[in-house]
């Protein structure tokens, strides 16, 4: 297909040149109600962020990804290796709920909830704005020679990068270990955790890399997001748009002039005046289209309703619209394709609160000793060895736990110096025991067991066994 001179279709992204080196974005300082209302969002989520490893629910972190030991708390709620399928049902929960949101309101998520987002425009850029200046003063201090001036700020900047970097590190290093150990290391000294320390100053340097060099490029490449909403946007969602219907008028956009009849001149409401460029924290043209790299900050709808203020013009050239909106003036509504992902959200989160409701604080697990089959003892006596192995999911101890056979007579005999023991919180018993039973009570070769666990008088788990007896018993 030809391409009209006057038209080309874009196949690079925004921040590379045409040699592919690197094009720095100096975004404007963004300012407006919904730069007011991300702010109030970001602050409050900055601080759930920070809190969180330290909330306890029932001496439970309220959100903890122990990746080494399978350990996850999510909402206070813990899940052990053996709950790895609600966990999986969880993530995949929260899966289909951001592609519900993405479906119905563009990649929003990004630019309001993303912790990306959040660190970089209202954290290290905010940084940024107040020791290099707005737009204009920062792509002068760049070009300017290193003078005492841009050492000054550069290393008053870069240092507070990485002071603020160290102290995400450790916030996120309290998610993977848990804050409790956190702060034992932190007290203990480093030094004596340098199987710690060196994962936390690769963090560290991680996050600095990624806040104050890598930056947008997050979003625009690293980050798959942006890709899959190629695949989930269509012209029902609502997204930050720019209403080319109104901008563009009949014979294009054209520079404000004080006085002139624009819409006798058949021109849009858009005077070409760039600010919804400028302010962009990806450098893309919002006036182009829908881009992978919008990620619906809304930073060039405060712009641009500024501008159109200004001017005695409507506010919502750019607005939260979709193209249907634009183009044939329909409001929103909820589609076949979204009412699928939520009868499916909804089925999961039953099956996940059926799934939760079932689970049991105590998991018991008794396993044949390998290798072994059966002995026959005096007084017609068959004696079966298996190993077992408690997890204690609470935060308390579990103690006087011991076991009773259910339906056949017999003796449930622990390999230890008592018939009783005690699972320590969040922890773990196993050791051995034997099952006796007289031949008569059984039969056939292999007879299913039913043992009970109990804590106390307190039935707390059941569990099932395969008892081996000589085939004569059937």
Not at 126 to 149: F, M, S, T, V
Not at 260 to 286: F, K, N, S, W
Not at 433 to 439: G, H, R, W, Y
Not at 440 to 449: A, I, V, W, Y
């Amino acid at each position: 297909m030809e391409v009209p001179e006057n038209e080309s279709f874009r196949d690079t992204i925004g921040t590379l040149t045409e040699d592919g080196k690197r094009a720095w974005v100096y975004p404007k300082k963004p300012s407006g109600r919904f730069y007011e209302y991300r702010k109030i969002v970001s602050y409050i989520l900055l601080l759930f962020l920070f809190a969180a490893p330290f909330i306890k629910i029932n001496g439970n972190q309220f959100l903890l990804f122990n990746i080494l030991e399978r350990r996850f708390n999510i909402f206070g709620l813990p899940f052990w290796p053996q709950d790895f399928h609600l966990f999986v049902i969880s993530m995949i929960i929260g899966v289909i709920f951001i592609a519900l949101f993405t479906v119905s309101f563009g990649r929003i998520f990004c630019g309001w909830i993303c912790p990306q987002t959040i660190f970089m425009e209202m954290v290290f850029r905010r940084i940024e704005y107040w020791i290099d200046g707005d737009r204009n003063k920062q792509r002068r201090l760049d070009n300017q020679p290193w003078n005492a001036e841009k050492i000054r700020k550069r290393s008053l900047k870069w240092f507070i990068f990485v002071i603020i970097s160290f102290l995400i590190a450790n916030v996120f290093l309290a998610y993977l270990i848990g804050s409790d150990k956190l702060l034992q290391y932190i007290v203990e000294g480093p030094l004596e955790h340098t199987g710690t320390l060196f994962p936390l100053i690769i963090f560290t340097a991680v996050f600095y890399f990624v806040f104050a060099w890598f930056r947008e490029q997050v979003c625009i490449i690293a980050c798959p997001y942006g890709r899959l909403q190629g695949v989930l946007l269509d012209d029902k969602s609502i997204i930050v748009a720019y209403d080319h219907k109104r901008g563009e008028g009949e014979n294009g956009r054209k520079k404000f002039r004080k006085g002139e009849d624009r819409e006798a001149l058949g021109h849009g409401d858009c005077i070409d005046c760039l600010q919804c460029v400028h302010v962009c924290p990806t450098g893309i043209d919002i006036r182009n289209g829908t881009q992978l790299e919008c990620v619906n900050c809304t930073a060039c709808i405060d712009e641009c309703d500024h501008i159109m203020e200004s001017i005695n013009l409507p506010k919502g050239l750019i607005r939260y619209a979709s193209e249907d909106e634009i183009e044939k003036k329909e409001t929103f509504k909820v589609t076949a394709r979204m009412k699928g992902y939520i009868a499916v959200l909804v089925i999961l989160t039953g099956v996940l609160f059926g799934m939760m409701s079932l689970r049991n604080d105590v998991e018991a697990r008794v396993l044949r000793l390998p290798g072994q089959l059966y002995e026959h003892k005096e007084g017609d006596i068959i004696s079966n060895v298996f190993t077992y192995k408690l997890i204690n999911k609470t935060t308390k101890n579990i103690e006087n736990i011991h076991f009773k056979l259910r339906k056949y007579k017999g003796e449930i005999i622990l390999v230890s110096n008592s018939n009783t023991f005690v699972v320590p919180e969040q922890g773990m018993a196993e050791g051995t025991l034997f099952i006796e039973i007289e031949k008569k009570n059984l039969e056939g070769d292999k007879n299913k067991l039913m043992i009970e666990v109990y804590s106390g008088d307190d039935l707390i788990e059941t569990t099932t066994v395969n008892f081996l007896a000589p085939r004569s018993y059937h």
